[in-house]
């Protein structure tokens, strides 16, 4: 298992251009099996999360070639429609391939994802829509069956603003006849992405980024040639590292108006932020303020994927953090790390107390998710003497190089395979 190992404490400084976004390129890639032309989506991060989906759309009979950050997708193939258990494991993701197999092949059987390192990750609310749109599903021997040759476009209501499934039903009824309503669906930007991509292959989709979208089925969708979307959280997370380190850094090709939330903490937290069209220069001189209150919601609210970075930052700010995270139930997994890195937290429940410290000592902790991980190489980059960070597969299914990144800015770390 590869590790990376920080010499931490110095400031980061310089410039940085930010790639595209993974929670926006999955979808995408989804997308691109509604069609039988050839699809090109450029600023595709290199990422085992962006591997998988490929692997799993090549199993189902389209054509990948990848050239650096371009990946051209030729769905003329497609002829298989089931998503076997291991893939489906791997890829939480995948679960979205559903409504663009319904919407092609009319029929779909999906492994359940099942859990995940944070949290048990249901997908009752995409059910419950599919079978709105008159969906027949059969849940058998850990498998979903759906046949969508009855489907039937109408008013589907979301229990809860899911990302994966407003994003199953936008790409389902696309190009299934009639009008479909979806009510109290996600507004994150990469929803706003997904409708402006269809949209480019001839859909009839507007609303995205409200709460209520509308779907205007069309018989079929023409190829396109897309430039994805700039990653908010890999954005919000160099942020973190800078206003943690101390330093002052330019990021490039980013989109400052996604990460309002964040940029707000920041500010509060005594950081210096200017935004000006695709660029944020972050400047951070002093020991940060505690960051207050904050909760963790859907989009425009504070984004969950930012809160275990949050957490590290808490940890050497002056004063007390209250951190409440409501949107996955086992998403503080970094937080004994961070422990051992000399942080003062104590949870309960969803809550997180965040007693800020001097600075953190290095040590050796072990990276349990996604975002946690990126959480513990901010706080190596920041604490004194060396810390190891292992198991950090998990941080490569969503950022792109991140030591590099940080080495670039002046950071000593280095990756160990
Ligand atoms: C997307 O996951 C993102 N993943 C997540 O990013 C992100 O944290 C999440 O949205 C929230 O913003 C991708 O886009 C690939 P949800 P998704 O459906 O679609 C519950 C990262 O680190 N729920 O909005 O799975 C669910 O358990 C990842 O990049 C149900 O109960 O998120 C969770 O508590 C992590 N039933 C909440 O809703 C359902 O049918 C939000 O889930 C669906 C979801």
């Known amino acids: 298992m590869s590790k990376y190992v920080i010499n931490g404490g110095r400031k980061l400084n310089g410039q940085i251009d930010i790639n595209g976004a993974k929670n926006s390129v999955l979808p995408l890639l989804a997308a691109a099996l509604l069609t039988d032309e050839p699809v090109r989506i450029g600023n595709c991060p290199i990422l085992t999360d962006v591997d998988n989906m490929i692997r799993i759309i090549t199993s189902l009979g389209a054509s990948v070639n990848r050239d650096g950050s371009y990946i051209e997708i030729k769905s003329a193939g497609l002829c298989a429609y089931e998503i076997p258990k291991r893939q489906a494991k791997e890829l939480r ?70 990302v994966g499934a407003t994003e199953n039903i936008m790409l389902l009824s696309a190009i299934s006849e009639g009008i479909t309503i979806i009510s109290n669906v ?173 600075q953190l000592t290095g040590a050796e902790v072990i990276a349990m998710d996604l975002r946690g991980g990126a959480s513990l190489v901010l706080a190596g980059l920041s604490a004194s003497q060396l810390t190891v960070v292992h198991d950090i597969q998990h941080i490569e299914r969503g950022y792109e190089n991140l030591d590099k990144i940080f080495v670039a800015l002046g950071a000593d770390i280095i990756k160990i395979c």
């Open 93 to 162: 993701s995948s679960v979205f391939l559903m409504g663009s197999i319904l919407g092609r092949m009319k029929k779909a059987k999906v492994a359940y994802p099942g859990g995940c390192d944070i949290g048990l990750r249901p997908i009752d609310i995409h059910l419950k829509a599919l079978s709105e749109l008159n969906v027949k599903i059969v849940e058998k021997y850990g498998y979903i069956n759906c046949d969508a040759n009855m489907m039937k476009a109408s008013n589907v209501f979301l229990d809860y603003p899911s």
């Open 186 to 358: 996600a507004r994150e930007p990469e929803i706003v992405e997904l409708q402006n991509f269809l949209n480019s292959m001839g859909a009839k989709i507007e609303g995205a980024g409200s709460s209520c979208i509308k779907i205007e089925g069309v018989r079929k969708l023409k190829g396109t040639d897309y430039y994805a979307m700039p990653d908010r959280i890999v954005t919000g997370t160099i942020m973190m590292a800078v206003a943690l380190c101390g330093g002052d850094v330019v990021l490039n090709y980013t989109n400052h108006t996604h990460i309002d939330a964040v940029i707000s903490k920041l500010r509060k937290s005594g950081c210096n932020i200017i935004v000006e069209s695709d660029k944020i220069c972050i400047q951070s001189f002093t020991r940060l303020n505690s960051l207050g209150y904050v909760e963790t919601g859907p989009y425009p609210g504070y984004p969950t994927d930012l809160q275990a970075p949050l957490a590290a930052l808490a940890s050497t700010a002056d004063g007390t953090t209250i951190l409440v995270e409501n949107i996955f139930e086992n998403r503080f997994k970094h937080l004994p790390e961070l422990c051992k890195m000399g942080a003062n937290i104590r949870v309960k429940d969803r809550i997180a107390f965040i007693s800020g410290v001097k």
